[in-house]
């Protein structure tokens, strides 16, 4: 099981450059990916896209890259673009006005957040060719997906556990609805016979065909054996699911659903009060297990 929170950080060298990626992401219904890397390295957005894309099939991702060069010649092959910065930097104070005004504190950015920013640094020159430094980066992404690949699982595997328990839980009070169903059924045949009895000595007007067939639908209308069963399956399902290595989120949630949908009726055939706690116990475990199976993958 892999958990779709995570964080990884790496930094790197090459190409006359220094780089620092930061790689992070939280639970979502799909896959966003949001990049934030340099625009003057022709392709590189592209490949990093597709590389992400094959490690993570879901949740909120973002990917920052900074890079500063760590040679006085590859440096002076970009010029900063004034009327860009100008807007930047003019941007940047709106925006800290508005946080003061708010009350809130922002963390002061640095002079490589700025230059990290779009359309900050132009190519004094057509011809620099930014293929050596693409490759660099690109050759340094696999450690760094493989760190936050290792980190969800970790999350995944402590997820796990949690579920499981979870589901035990669920399938030790759905064995117990069964014995309470067991125990209450010489009482409720008890309690027909005295209602009958009570209505046939007030009256000998009774139809014995539709007398019958009120008796089969109160009969219908308390059975909870189809829900019970449909909780055992669906226990072993989500059992399935957790061995299960391909992402299994997206299944699990909607087994919540099914999960919930037979504590519910559960709850409203009750007709007695040992029932209705073990169906409130099983929608209190269900609505726990599926704020956990919102972080799966």
């Known amino acids: 099981m892999i958990s779709m929170t995570g964080f990884a950080a790496?930094?790197?060298?090459?190409?006359?450059?220094?780089?620092?990626?930061?790689?992070?992401?939280v639970n979502g219904k799909g896959f966003d990916l949001r990049l934030r890397l340099p625009d003057w390295i022709d392709g590189l957005e592209l490949a990093?896209?597709?590389e992400v894309q094959k490690a993570v099939t879901r949740g909120n991702v973002s990917l920052t890259l900074k890079i500063a060069a760590d040679d006085a010649r590859e440096a002076s092959a970009f010029r900063l673009?004034?009327?860009?910065?100008?807007?930047?930097?003019?941007?940047?104070?709106?925006?800290?006005?508005?946080?003061r005004r708010a009350g809130v504190t922002l963390h002061p950015p640095t002079s490589t957040d700025l230059l990290t920013l779009r359309g900050i640094l132009d190519a004094t020159a057509q011809d620099v060719d930014t293929s050596p430094l693409r490759q660099a980066l690109l050759a340094d992404l696999p450690a760094l997906l493989a760190d936050f690949a290792?980190?969800?699982?970790t999350e995944g595997a402590a997820l796990a556990s949690v579920i499981a328990a979870q589901i035990d839980q669920i399938a030790?009070?759905?064995?117990?609805?069964?014995?309470?169903?067991a125990d209450r059924a010489a009482t409720q045949a008890q309690t027909l016979r005295d209602s009958v009895a009570r209505v046939l000595a007030v009256t000998d007007a009774v139809?014995?065909?539709?007398?019958?067939?009120e008796l089969a639908l109160i009969a219908v209308k308390t059975d909870?054996?189809?829900?019970?069963?449909?909780?055992?399956?669906?226990?072993?399902?989500?059992?399935?699911?957790?061995?299960?290595?391909?992402?299994?989120g997206r299944k699990l949630d909607f087994l919540m659903q099914e999960f919930m949908r037979e504590a519910n009726t559960l709850c409203s055939k009750a007709q007695s009060l040992a029932m209705t706690r073990i169906g409130l116990d099983l929608k209190t475990v269900i609505d726990q297990m599926r704020e956990q199976v919102q972080n799966v993958e």
């Open 10 to 25: 790496r930094r790197g060298a090459g190409a006359g450059h220094a780089w620092t990626w930061d790689l992070r992401a």
């Open 150 to 153: 290792a980190m969800r699982a």
């Open 207 to 213: 139809d014995a065909g539709r007398l019958a067939q």
């Open 81 to 99: 673009n004034a009327a860009n910065m100008v807007a930047a930097l003019a941007a940047l104070a709106e925006v800290e006005d508005a946080a």
């Open 172 to 181: 030790a009070l759905t064995e117990a609805a069964r014995s309470e169903t």
């Open 48 to 50: 990093v896209r597709a």
């Open 224 to 248: 909870v054996t189809e829900e019970l069963d449909r909780l055992t399956a669906h226990v072993a399902a989500a059992r399935a699911h957790l061995a299960d290595p391909a992402p299994v």
